[in-house]
């Protein structure tokens, strides 16, 4: 581990990693539920000392991490593969596209890395009740994460989230209540009962180290990529969390020199959910009026790190763009029929959003690598994709009678 402090991503002001818990001291306090986070913070570390002990060879990926090994739980988190799918890349134009399968955590999405973050500071602070709202994959990764140690989770999560995921976190042993109403209203109730009932809050973005874990997955895809910074990568954008922190990792490199440039981030949204799209087009923020969206782990109203996503996406010169579900259950199908990766709807969103990219003037040119992140694992929702497939009937096991 490195010395960190805490920085406010909107003031400025800096903090202990003690003095503070969630948001920043001063903007934290103007802060409603229903509206994007203000005062989040960022984990800045000595990244003299960073650049000067970081070797490529024997890298040491602690000296990136703000939790000190001794309080990490005992799951294997991350290091997920990096695969090139040539079969694809050939029909965007693109020699060098790689999929990062995140589906391959243990409880099959990248949200085991913020939640593995999170429960290790749990345990350094003496905690044993973490707290989360979640779309269904954050709470999954939760009750994975904390049922490898002796921390309680306790997940809200909306009574309509899918069954897979229902499923995964009351197996995994966590406190589970279904909420009747949105992610939205789940964040908040959330928020509430740590606030008068304790526990430690996993939120997205609320708790900083949330971010910290899913940078992960871009200090990964450099040292994969041979440490090279990729052209672009896609991130399918819900709360604009996973853009965030795949931003932060790439930002550590960079503020430590070792990498001389950022790799552009495209984040994809769903065209029903897409606040953080018009935030990033118009400069005005607004709600998603009706996030209806099939791909239900990128379903959100009121995006949590609205703001982080935007700065994520000026410093990288990314852009944003959105995608219909239609397009989203057609790149899960492609991405599964030509490179053997089955992901959620919310992991072929990025996919969606590169197809439509490369079919514009905006195209990428894959001057370098392309990255798409696939989120979550294909399993955890089979419906969306029966929306558009069928199952063949079942025939008698009768070799004449085939006609194949
Ligand atoms: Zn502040």
Known sequence: MTPFSYRCTDCGRTFS?????????????????????????????????????????????????????????????????????????????LSSLWVKNDGLNPSGSLKDRASYLVVAE???????????????????????????????ALIFVPEKAPKAKLVQMVLYGAQVVPIK????????LSLEYTAQRGGLNRNTAYHPLTIEGKKTAGLEIWAQLGYQVPEAILVSVGDGVILGGVHKGFLDLHRAGLID?????IGVQAETSDAIHRFVTTGVYADAANPTTRADSISVTCPSNAHGARRALQESAGETLTVTDAEI???????????????????????????????????????????????????????????RISIPPAVEPVLERLSL
Not at 66 to 75: C, G, K, N
Not at 122 to 147: E, H, K, M, P, Q
Not at 181 to 188: I, K, M, P, S, V
């Open 181 to 188: 109403g949105t992610y939205d209203d789940a964040f908040a």
């Open 329 to 387: 259950l057609e790149a899960q199908a492609t991405l599964a029929a030509t490179s053997g990766i089955f992901t959620e709807p919310a992991g072929a969103t990025a996919l969606a959003g590169l197809v439509k990219l490369q079919a514009g003037p905006r195209r990428l040119s894959g001057s370098g690598p392309v990255v798409i992140l696939a989120t979550g694992h294909g399993l955890k929702d089979v419906d969306a994709p029966l929306s």
């Open 122 to 152: 749990a345990r350094r602070l003496g905690i044993d009740l973490v707290v989360a709202a979640s779309t269904g994959n954050a709470a999954s990764a939760l009750a994975a994460v904390c049922a490898s140690t002796d921390t309680k």
């Open 17 to 93: 990693r003690d003095e503070v818990r969630y948001l920043c001291l001063d903007c934290g306090p103007t802060y409603r539920p229903g509206m994007p986070l203000v005062g989040v913070l960022e984990a800045v570390f000595d990244y003299p000392s960073i650049a000067k002990s970081f070797d490529p060879a024997r890298p040491d990926w602690d000296l990136f991490c703000p939790v000190e090994r001794q309080y990490h739980p005992p799951i294997q988190v991350g290091n997920t593969p990096l695969g090139r799918v040539d079969r694809l890349g050939a029909t965007l134009g």
């Open 261 to 265: 440039r950022l790799p552009r981030l």
